[in-house]
């Protein structure tokens, strides 16, 4: 059990929805970080939040859309959702941002299916 | 950019046969690496990292991997597989982005353990 809790663990949706996806990283781990896996692409980097703040963006779409709140959770939106956004959405947690070093500590992740 | 490169998405080993997953990396600078394991229906978790304080790193369950310059290589290995050791691996390199340090992934290897 890494510690980050991820929910929901499976979702299946329409075309055109929208979705959040949950995430509570470890106790005292500031540092969120979103990736998407899929067969096509692999593991991609989405997007950082650090205690409250956007730290980096990756390869996330203008229809995705995250933040990280005062308690340090972290929801990740998806609009507009497209057959091609079916993925496993991965939540990671790390103490800080800043280390070169550090340890992603990642959930479950939650499986999104769009029909 | 830094990238790295997993070399075939699929490793077939026999129980007790040294196992050997290669990765290697492009970087401008001298580079943070690692290896992450996923189980099935399990999120990433770290099996070993380099950070230049040796060149080979041990990591969990019997795992190592070496740090060659010259290659620009970080290959993982395994004297003696075991049945529990099949399941995906990835090779990662941390690349700075707004001040923060985010982890790229290689398309990762899945790893075949036959009895």
């Known amino acids: 059990d890494s510690g980050v809790t991820q929910t929901p663990k499976h979702l299946i949706t329409a075309t055109g929805q929208r979705v959040t996806l949950r995430c509570s990283p470890r106790?005292?781990?500031?540092?969120v970080y979103w990736y998407q896996q899929s067969l096509d692409q692999g593991l991609q980097f989405l997007i950082q939040?650090?205690?409250?703040?956007?730290?980096a963006k990756g390869n996330i779409l203008e229809r995705f859309s995250a933040q990280q709140f005062p308690d340090l959770h972290s929801e990740l939106n998806l609009s507009s959702l497209e057959l091609g956004d079916s993925a496993l959405y991965f939540c990671?947690?790390?103490?800080?941002?800043?280390?070169?070093?550090?340890?992603?500590?990642f959930g479950e992740g939650s499986r999104l299916t769009v029909l | 950019a830094q990238s790295v490169t997993q070399l075939g998405s699929h490793v077939s080993v026999s129980e007790g046969a040294l196992v050997l997953l290669r990765c290697n990396y492009s970087?401008?600078?001298?580079?943070?690496l690692f290896w992450y394991v996923q189980y099935p229906n399990q999120g990433l978790q770290l099996l070993l990292k380099?950070?230049?304080?040796?060149?080979l790193v041990k990591g969990i369950n019997g795992f190592e991997a070496e740090f060659k310059k010259s290659e620009t290589s970080f290959h993982l290995t395994k004297p003696s597989a075991h049945m529990s050791d099949a399941a995906e691996y990835f090779c990662?390199?941390?690349?700075?982005?707004?001040?923060?340090?985010?982890?790229?992934f290689g398309r990762g290897t899945s790893l075949i353990v036959h009895p």
């Open positions: 990671a947690s790390s103490v800080g941002g800043l280390a070169p070093t550090g340890e992603l500590f």
């Open positions: 106790s005292g781990d500031l540092s």
């Open positions: 939040y650090y205690n409250g703040e956007e730290r």
């Open positions: 970087s401008s600078v001298p580079p943070y």
């Open positions: 380099y950070t230049s304080a040796a060149t």
């Open positions: 990662a390199v941390s690349y700075t982005s707004g001040g923060s340090y985010i982890p790229t």
